[in-house]
Each structure stands twice: as C-alpha cells, then as structure tokens.
T-cell receptor
C-alpha cells in the first residue's frame, strides 16, 4: 500500500526556536496533504489543508504565522512551528491524498512528537 | 457541517467477547465514514471505510461496521476480542475520500484476560 513518512519522528527543542517537520508521500504523488495535531489522550484536530503550489488553508483558530506550511512538490509538505512554546508540544500527524486512477484515499504518516522545553 | 460522536471514551471487554464501539454521525450530505485504530505513540491505521456502496463494511483484523442511515450510526464490531486489539479507536467522517477528515473523540478499548 501507499506509504507516507514523517521526519523527524520526535524532536525536543527549546522555547523560542523553530522546528520543521517533513511529510513525504513515498510511492505516489499527493496534490493535497493535511496536517493534524493531537494532544495527549485527545482526538486529532485538523490544522490545515495543503495543496501543491498554493497557499495552505488553515482551520479556524490556527495561527498561520505560527504554523507555516509549504507544499512545494507533489511528494513533500513541511510544517514549521515558529517560535515554539511549551503549549505547542503535541503529536503532529500528516496525511496525503492519493488521487491516482482507480484510487482516491488518504494515507496517514506515523506522526512527529514535538516537545518544547 | 459534519461531525461524529463516539459513545464511551473507554470500553473494556474480556478476551474472546464481542467488541462493540459506537459511533453516530451528522452530515448534510451522504457521508464517507471511517474507523481508524491508533496504537500508543503511533500514527493511524485505517480499519475500514464506508463510501456509499455496501452498508456492511468488512475491514482488517476481523472488524466490520454497518452503516445505518435511519439511525445515523456506524458502529464497529468484532465477534471475538483479542489482546492485540487493545488500542484507541477513532470514528471519522468526510465529504469524500479526498476531503478533510473530521475525527470523533476516540474510544480506548481495553481487553481483559
């Protein structure tokens, strides 16, 4: 089946620094990718929808200047948490849409755990 | 707008017993419905999805779910629980396979020996 990878799988950073998380579709082209955030023992909340070559669409309440999303190619989307603070500590999960012929489904990455000290 | 409600944040069953995880949805259009499983510190794995074809959907690991429009439900079942089924289960809804997915609050399934 289709595979979506995320890098890094976990990261610890100091408050005030920026962290970049990569989401890659390994064996298909993804015109659309989604970014979710999951706090401990809670559900996944959609942060933004990322379309290749265009600006991301952010969900209400998500600060676009804090969570920068870039989808420059059909296989890569990045999420940059700028000036991270402890409250940004969370599990970030991406999904990628495989819209190829005969299929149209989303595949989820394994997630990235961010801890901000 | 779409939403899903999962009844019961924690369900505990004995090994070998029936598993029933409840999910009700709300959607203004015919929905796509999903069940995902998440093991600790891991991503999501798709168990099954409903896309307006057969109302009884069979998934992986012996799970199945039935779409009932009259009850706006999409409950997940498994005839006989196994210890390895212990995990967090999420019901989800979207407008299509390619649209953003809205997740329920999750149900933690515990299996008693």
């Amino acid at each position: 089946g289709a595979v979506v990878s995320q890098h890094p799988s976990w990261v610890i950073c100091k408050s005030g620094t920026s962290v970049k998380i990569e989401c890659r579709s390994l064996d298909f082209q993804a015109t659309t990718m989604f970014w979710y955030r999951q706090f401990p023992k809670q559900s996944l909340m959609l942060m933004a929808t990322s379309n290749e070559g265009s600006k991301a669409t952010y969900e209400q309440g998500v600060e676009k200047d804090k969570f920068l999303i870039n989808h420059a190619s059909l296989t890569l989307s990045t999420l940059t948490v700028t000036s991270a603070h402890p409250e940004d500590s969370s599990f970030y999960i991406c999904s990628a849409r495989d819209g190829g012929i005969g299929t149209d489904t989303q595949y989820f990455g394994p997630g990235t755990r961010l801890t901000v000290l | 707008a779409q939403s899903v409600t999962q009844l019961g944040s924690h369900v505990s069953v004995s090994e070998g017993a029936l598993v029933l995880l409840r999910c009700n949805y709300s959607s203004s259009v015919p929905p796509y419905l999903f069940w995902y499983v998440q093991y600790p510190n891991q991503g999501l794995q798709l168990l099954l999805k409903y896309t307006s074809a057969a109302t009884l959907v069979k998934g992986i690991n012996g799970f199945e779910a039935e779409f009932k429009k009259s009850e706006t439900s999409f409950h997940l079942t498994k005839p006989s629980a196994h210890m390895s089924d212990a995990a967090e289960y999420f019901c989800a809804v979207s407008y299509s396979s390619a649209s953003k997915i809205i997740f329920g609050s999750g149900t933690r399934l515990s299996i008693r020996p």
